[in-house]
């Protein structure tokens, strides 16, 4: 038997307060549930003013869900605001869609649900508890949530987008190719999200400064005696009720710790309720003048927002920044101690993980439960100098003292950023959770530069959003995506004629027939059905925001904190943003694509081993009875070893898919972007796909991220698996993921610090763009899947974000013990 | 009498990138097969002979018995138990080649130095940043000496730092040959009593410490002492060790506990494991080690992480 021994992390941190400690507790120990709080106020306030201009009725409708939401401030809070009265709540968006809850509610199952088994969706619920999507449901709640979505049926985005895709006579087919998960299904539950507001201006100016220029603006409209002039004017008045929703929500907040001060006898906190009342009544609506008002300004903004859009990936984005001048004014007076700083930032990583999301059972599946709340450190100033400071040092420290799933941590990585700071990273990146994440600094903005073609001050303000995907902060469109397409599914596509070979069923028509093509119209082939299959993709989506802004699903909070939407009078997803090319499709699977069509090469063309028909007939059995087919396949060249025969085809794949993406237009006329990020698609993706040639079997996991290797193919270690990744250009792509997992003991100590520091250096020297690491002996993971009870805290890296090991299904805890783990010793 | 220096071949195991243990930096560390010492705790006994071997992994085997068909010596055999008959193996290889599970893999492999600098090379981004570079180990690199040389050479053409992970145990001529083209040596001194040195390594210790002056007269030389309980980790030894590192001046030395992460290699070899009667020092032992050693002044590391 295997020894269980194993190589422990080689920092550990813990909360540096027992007011951290408590906090901390109280959310571990609290389970998601759903609130409908939000969407029956929502609701209500739409009923009564369904005759206003959609501007007018979303800003009144915010404001009137700030305004009347329960205040809770928990016990030993500095910093106060909740999107849910409950410690984890998850709040509803009906107008969004209400099918997936209706289909909750009634207990139906998707069809395409048949592939979550073994995922975090995939639940075993002996007591059969009442649930919407994959969280508790009360009894009370649930008569409540059926009458909303009585009123919202029909009238929600997902149905009025459908009226009209339906009318479209090839629709049908392209709705077989989302069931059979050619790609993963539209998401009408989780349209908005990754994006990155302006936390600056309402740090150094406040609301209030917003609320004036907007009441300058409507002034100068006067006489509105045109539509086009109504519309504006809308704007600003929808504008004006969301900021003053906010404003309420902070009130309510002041008044609940007065009222608590007030019966409370204690009286040190009796003084932190009084001071928590004083601060949010100054912020967000004055510009903050302590860290201390910084910090609340900021949470109450991100809180709202969270309030105002259903998305995952709202990102706090450069955090170290924006934070920095009141963080150094309070040090420089002696306003703050290093330890206070320090709680603060630990308490809000508790308050960032407070905050859960709804969405369908499938969506769930590959979502895998996180927010995606991106918090990034480093980079360059305005003028191009490395940015890091003393708060970047304080923010890690919190990231190791705290280790929540949220925010994620990210560093944009040059070769400049001080030693010190570098070294922390690491540190950091050795207690295990799998944060920071590292990205190419000075690609990404070059990227945004000639892509986006943001001027190099916007482009040099660029942080990573959501996963891995590189956003403009403050004044970039939120993103849009359209989930990940199946490419290993499009290859099985090729092969078999047209014909899905899990079901059987013919799916799209191919232009050769595959047993008599050469190798060429193979590889030809896919790239054809890529793009045929990205088109429809894209045509419907642009057709559904046509219509979520038709209707009036748009976000005057958001719009407010983004450039140049005030300017412009335009909604953030109507083209009010400075940059408008966000909205993006993804790839999944592209390097098991990358593998078969090496192996095809080498062992039908090449070598003459098999024909395309024998190895149609090892695929459709699994490789049952085909063992000696499996072993040439597998030997075949693997991404991952810096070999030129395979890589190049990786290569080729994310560059066609870049392109293909960049000629569609978006529902701006903007181009469509493609993106390299995986979440866990590649778990649910390959349980809907046959064996692939590369001599992946039938329904398992495909590669993770996108320049990842298949697990347990990459031979060469990892510096062999960056020369090859670094091959695949960032550029053509919104992003790319890399992950890697190393053994502590590689890696131990000041030495082992200062060696993957040099990793690091030398894999942005090379050109890479992203890259994350588990610090974890897979030893330790095996017992944690034997003892979950012993491990509550622990904290592993999925994708392009960290989630709590416990809550991971089995086949995403499966998935990561057998990514390639480079040891030592 | 030599061939140029690309062209001369030898037999390594493997070449590890991303080696953290073996010297400064990021390194590739290549492991030439080959030993003359067999010390009772090593963990690397698929180094010890030059020739090619054979891994068996009886978990994944599914008894299809194609290695059985495909050889000539009656070597493989599934009655009663699955295994390689060692004694009677040719070391054709042809059972490896039917295997399609991979329960048959090989170990060892003779290449050019040409190939293996072409490896090294690849990375040099890698040693850039952080400052590594090669290291040749083993199995005992002075064991194929032109290979070692060989390689070295290619590395100090391209100025590509050379680390030397040795026994010490080879000619003195060879040693002085290699040295020119190594930065830094990692000498383990296993033992400093000879008899005890000869029952633990098969050899005695008198030319070790011999080349031990010879190569810190050369280069940078580091010391490592395996620690193994009862066997090398006396205050005796430890004091020896010491006065030796003083006389040839050498002030870093590395301990190395012992560790059992070579065990399974013995299980796919076919052979006994060694390890269930030997012991690391308990913790308070090494850190007593490591204090004495700092209250000397010497510069310590473990597991060769520096």
């Known amino acids: 038997m295997e020894e269980l021994v194993y190589v422990r992390r080689e920092i550990k941190g813990q909360p540096s307060t027992p007011r951290v400690k408590k906090r901390l507790k109280e959310l571990l120990e609290s389970e998601p549930r759903i609130d409908v709080e939000r969407c029956v106020l929502y609701t209500e306030y739409v009923r009564k003013h369904w005759n206003e201009h959609p501007y007018v009725r979303q800003g009144g409708a915010l404001k009137h869900v700030l305004s009347n939401m329960t205040p809770v401030i928990r016990e030993d809070e500095l910093i106060v605001g909740s999107i849910?009265?409950?410690?984890?709540?998850?709040?509803?968006?009906?107008?969004?869609?209400?099918?997936?809850?209706?289909?909750?509610?009634?207990?139906?199952?998707?069809?395409e649900e048949r592939y979550v088994k073994g995922t975090k969706a995939d639940l075993k619920d002996k007591e059969k508890t009442l649930r919407l999507g994959i969280y508790k449901l009360s009894v009370d709640d649930r008569e409540v949530l059926e009458r909303v979505v009585e009123f919202w049926k029909g009238k929600d985005c997902r149905s009025q987008a459908e009226k009209l895709?339906?009318?479209?006579?090839?629709?049908?087919?392209?709705?077989?190719?989302?069931?059979?998960?050619?790609?993963?299904?539209?998401?009408?539950?989780?349209?908005?999200?990754?994006?990155?507001?302006?936390?600056?201006?309402?740090?150094?100016?406040?609301?209030?400064?917003?609320?004036?220029?907007?009441?300058?603006?409507i002034r100068k409209l006067q006489p509105i005696d045109s539509e086009k002039k109504y519309e504006k004017y809308c704007f600003y008045k929808g504008v004006i009720l969301a900021l003053e929703g906010v404003l309420a929500f902070a009130e309510n907040y002041a008044r609940e710790a007065e009222g608590k001060a007030r019966k409370i006898k204690d009286l040190k906190r009796r003084k932190e309720l009084l001071e928590i009342a004083r601060i949010c009544r100054r912020v967000p609506r004055h510009r903050s003048e302590s860290f201390r008002e910084a910090v609340q300004s900021f949470w109450f903004i991100h809180c709202c927002l969270h309030i105002e859009l259903n998305g995952r990936g709202i990102s706090p984005g450069r955090f170290d920044q924006y934070m920095y001048r009141p963080f150094k004014e309070d040090l420089k007076k002696g306003r703050i101690t290093m330890d206070e700083a320090l709680e603060l930032l630990e308490l809000l990583r508790v308050k960032h993980s407070e905050i859960v999301?709804?969405?369908?059972?499938?969506?769930?599946?590959?979502?895998?439960?996180?927010?995606?709340?991106?918090?990034?450190?480093g980079g360059v100033d305005e003028k191009g100098n490395p940015a890091d400071n003393e708060l970047s040092l304080l923010v890690l420290q919190a990231g190791i003292n705290v280790q929540t799933p949220q925010p994620t941590l990210s560093v944009r990585w040059n070769k400049e950023l001080s030693k010190k700071f570098k070294r922390k990273v690491v540190e950091c990146i050795k207690a295990g959770a799998g944060y920071p994440a590292i990205f190419n600094d000075e690609l990404g903005v070059k990227r945004l530069i000639s892509f986006c073609r943001a001027s190099l001050e916007d482009?040099?303000?660029?942080?990573?959003?959501?996963?891995?995907?590189?956003?403009?902060?403050?004044?970039?469109?939120?993103?849009?995506?359209?989930?990940?397409?199946?490419?290993?599914?499009?290859?099985?596509?090729?092969?078999?004629?047209?014909?899905?070979?899990?079901?059987?069923?013919?799916?799209?028509?191919?232009?050769?027939?595959?047993?008599?093509?050469?190798?060429?119209?193979?590889?030809?082939?896919?790239?054809?059905?890529?793009?045929?299959?990205?088109?429809?993709?894209?045509?419907?989506?642009?057709?559904?925001?046509?219509?979520?802004?038709g209707i009036g699903i748009v976000h005057p909070l958001c719009s407010a904190l983004l450039s140049d939407c005030i300017e412009k009078a335009r909604g953030c997803a109507s083209g009010g943003c400075r940059y408008n090319d966000s909205a993006y499709v993804i790839a999944c699977g592209g390097i098991n694509v990358?593998?078969?069509?090496?192996?095809?090469?080498?062992?039908?063309?090449?070598?003459?081993?098999?024909?395309?028909?024998?190895?149609?007939?090892?695929?459709?059995?699994?490789?049952?009875?085909?063992?000696?087919?499996?072993?040439?396949?597998?030997?075949?060249?693997?991404?991952?070893?810096?070999?030129?025969?395979?890589?190049?085809?990786?290569?080729?794949?994310?560059?066609?898919?870049?392109?293909?993406?960049?000629?569609?237009?978006?529902?701006?006329?903007?181009?469509?972007?493609?993106?390299?990020?995986?979440?866990?698609?590649?778990?649910?993706?390959?349980?809907?796909?046959?064996?692939?040639?590369?001599?992946?079997?039938?329904?398992?996991?495909?590669?993770?991220?996108?320049?990842?290797?298949?697990?347990?193919?990459?031979?060469?270690?990892?510096?062999?698996?960056?020369?090859?990744?670094?091959?695949?250009?960032?550029?053509?792509?919104?992003?790319?993921?890399?992950?890697?997992?190393?053994?502590?003991?590689?890696?131990?100590?000041?030495?082992?610090?200062?060696?993957?520091?040099?990793?690091?250096?030398?894999?942005?020297?090379?050109?890479?763009?992203?890259?994350?690491?588990?610090?974890?002996?897979?030893?330790?993971?095996?017992?944690?899947?034997?003892?979950?009870?012993?491990?509550?805290?622990?904290?592993?890296?999925?994708?392009?974000?960290?989630?709590?090991?416990?809550?991971?299904?089995p086949s995403e805890q499966e998935e990561i013990i057998k990514r390639t783990e480079y040891m030592e010793l | 009498m030599t061939l140029v220096l690309e062209k001369r071949r030898g037999v390594i195991t493997t070449i590890k990138t991303f080696a953290t243990h073996d010297g400064p930096g990021i390194r590739t560390t290549v492991f030439l097969k080959g030993c003359p010492l067999r010390c009772v705790w090593c963990s690397s006994p698929e180094t010890w002979v030059k020739e090619t071997d054979i891994y068996f992994r009886p978990q994944k085997c599914m008894e299809c018995?194609?290695?059985?068909?495909?050889?000539?010596?009656?070597?493989?055999?599934?009655?009663?138990?699955?295994?390689?008959?060692?004694?009677?193996?040719?070391?054709?290889?042809?059972?490896?080649?039917?295997?399609?599970?991979?329960?048959?893999?090989?170990?060892?492999?003779?290449?050019?130095?040409?190939?293996?600098?072409?490896?090294?090379?690849?990375?040099?981004?890698?040693?850039?940043?952080?400052?590594?570079?090669?290291?040749?180990?083993?199995?005992?690199?002075?064991?194929?000496?032109?290979?070692?040389?060989?390689?070295a050479a290619l590395c100090k053409e391209k100025s590509i730092h050379v680390t030397l992970d040795t026994s010490g145990y080879g000619e003195t001529g060879i040693v002085k040959r290699i040295l020119r083209n190594v930065d830094l040596v990692l000498l383990d001194i296993k033992h400093m009593d000879s008899s005890v040195h000869r029952k633990l390594t098969g050899v005695s210790n008198e030319l070790i410490l011999r080349n031990g002056e010879v190569m810190a007269e050369n280069c940078e030389v580091i010391i490592s002492i395996p620690l193994i309980s009862g066997l090398t980790d006396s205050q005796e030894n430890i004091e020896k060790t010491v006065r030796y590192a003083d006389s040839i001046n050498v002030s870093h030395i590395d301990l190395i506990p012992l560790h059992k992460l070579g065990a399974h290699k013995y299980m796919l070899l076919g052979m006994k494991s060694p390890f269930e009667k030997l012991q690391p020092p308990p913790e308070a032992r090494i850190r007593e080690i490591v204090e004495f050693l700092l209250s000397l002044g010497i510069k310590v590391s473990l597991n060769r992480l520096f």
């Open chain 1, 594 to 809: 990358a593998n078969s069509l090496a192996a095809i090469k080498k062992c039908v063309f090449e070598e003459k081993s098999f024909t395309i028909k024998e190895l149609k007939r090892a695929l459709l059995n699994d490789f049952k009875g085909y063992e000696n087919m499996r072993k040439a396949l597998l030997e075949a060249p693997k991404y991952g070893n810096d070999n030129d025969y395979v890589d190049r085809l990786a290569v080729e794949i994310y560059s066609v898919f870049g392109d293909i993406a960049g000629k569609l237009r978006n529902w701006l006329g903007e181009p469509w972007r493609a993106s390299g990020l995986s979440v866990t698609s590649q778990v649910v993706l390959g349980k809907a796909t046959m064996a692939t040639p590369d001599g992946r079997r039938s329904f398992t996991p495909f590669a993770d991220g996108s320049v990842s290797a298949f697990p347990g193919t990459d031979l060469n270690g990892p510096t062999a698996l960056i020369r090859s990744s670094v091959k695949v250009k960032a550029e053509k792509m919104q992003s790319l993921l890399m992950n890697m997992k190393i053994n502590p003991s590689a890696i131990y100590g000041d030495a082992g610090t200062d060696k993957l520091v040099g990793l690091i250096d030398a894999f942005i020297r090379l050109g890479g763009y992203h890259i994350q690491f588990n610090i974890v002996d897979s030893k330790m993971l095996r017992d944690a899947q034997k003892h979950p009870e012993n491990y509550q805290d622990l904290m592993v890296r999925v994708a392009g974000f960290t989630a709590r090991w416990i809550e991971l299904g």
């Open chain 1, 165 to 217: 895709l339906f009318q479209d006579k090839d629709y049908w087919i392209f709705d077989e190719w989302q069931k059979q998960l050619v790609f993963l299904p539209y998401m009408f539950d989780v349209p908005e999200g990754r994006v990155i507001v302006d936390y600056k201006k309402v740090i150094d100016e406040g609301l209030e400064s917003i609320i004036t220029k907007c009441n300058e603006k």
């Open chain 1, 357 to 377: 999301r709804a969405h369908a059972k499938f969506t769930e599946s590959y979502l895998g439960g996180s927010t995606y709340q991106n918090l990034t450190l």
């Open chain 1, 84 to 111: 849910s009265k409950y410690v984890r709540g998850a709040q509803l968006y009906p107008e969004q869609e209400t099918k997936w809850m209706e289909e909750a509610l009634k207990g139906v199952e998707r069809e």
């Open chain 2, 65 to 151: 018995g194609k290695c059985v068909e495909a050889c000539a010596e009656k070597a493989m055999t599934m009655v009663k138990e699955r295994k390689i008959i060692r004694e009677k193996c040719s070391r054709c290889l042809k059972c490896v080649d039917k295997c399609v599970y991979r329960a048959l893999e090989r170990v060892g492999e003779t290449v050019s130095a040409m190939d293996v600098f072409r490896r090294i090379e690849e990375d040099e981004a890698f040693y850039l940043e952080s400052g590594g570079g090669a290291t040749l180990s083993g199995g005992e690199p002075l064991y194929q000496p032109d290979f070692a040389e060989a390689i």
């Open chain 1, 459 to 549: 482009a040099r303000d660029w942080a990573p959003c959501g996963c891995v995907d590189m956003q403009i902060c403050g004044k970039r469109m939120p993103m849009y995506a359209i989930p990940h397409t199946n490419f290993p599914k499009i290859l099985n596509l090729v092969l078999f004629n047209g014909v899905n070979p899990v079901t059987g069923k013919k799916l799209i028509e191919t232009s050769i027939k595959a047993e008599n093509a050469d190798f060429n119209q193979i590889w030809g082939e896919w790239k054809e059905l890529l793009g045929k299959i990205l088109e429809k993709e894209v045509r419907y989506w642009n057709v559904i925001m046509s219509v979520h802004n």
